[in-house]
Nanobody, 125 residues
C-alpha cells in the first residue's frame, strides 16, 4: 500500500497563504483520485479538494476560489495551495488516495483507501 506523508502546515495570519505537499511512496499514476481532507476536534473529517485521473478537480464550497489542488506525477507529489486563509480553515489536513474507479465523490472520506498522518494548519485572526 502506498505511504503518504504530508508537509507544509504551519501558523499563518488570516489572509495569508500556505502550500501543503503530500509525498507518495510510489507512483501516483493510475490512481483513480487523490484528495485533501481536514478535521478539527469534535467534528467529522471533511473533504476539501480532490483530483481525479484525467485532471478533474472538485472543491468543497467553502474553499472554492481560494484553494487549488494539483499534482506532480513525475515527483509523486500532491499539492494544496491555500490562499486567503480564514480562521475557519484551521484544522489538521490529511492527504488520501483511492486506487479503484468509483462512481461517487472523492470528497467522501469513506471512499479513500490510504491516508497520511496529517499536517496541522492554524490561522490567527
Amino acid at each position: 500500500q502506498v505511504q503518504l506523508v504530508e508537509s507544509g502546515g504551519g501558523s499563518v495570519q488570516a489572509g495569508g497563504s500556505l502550500r501543503l505537499s503530500c509525498q507518495a511512496s510510489r507512483s501516483i499514476d493510475g490512481y483513480y483520485c487523490m484528495g485533501w481532507f481536514r478535521q478539527v476536534p469534535g467534528k467529522e473529517r471533511e473533504g476539501v479538494a480532490s483530483i481525479e485521473f484525467g485532471g478533474t478537480t472538485s472543491y468543497t464550497d467553502s474553499v472554492k476560489g481560494r484553494f487549488t489542488i494539483s499534482e506532480d506525477n513525475a515527483k509523486n507529489i500532491l499539492y494544496l495551495q491555500m490562499d486567503s486563509l480564514k480562521p475557519e480553515d484551521a484544522a489538521m489536513y490529511y492527504c488520501a488516495t483511492r486506487f479503484f474507479r468509483y462512481d461517487g465523490s472523492c470528497l467522501t472520506s469513506s471512499a479513500m483507501d490510504a491516508w497520511g498522518k496529517g499536517t496541522l494548519v492554524t490561522v490567527s485572526s
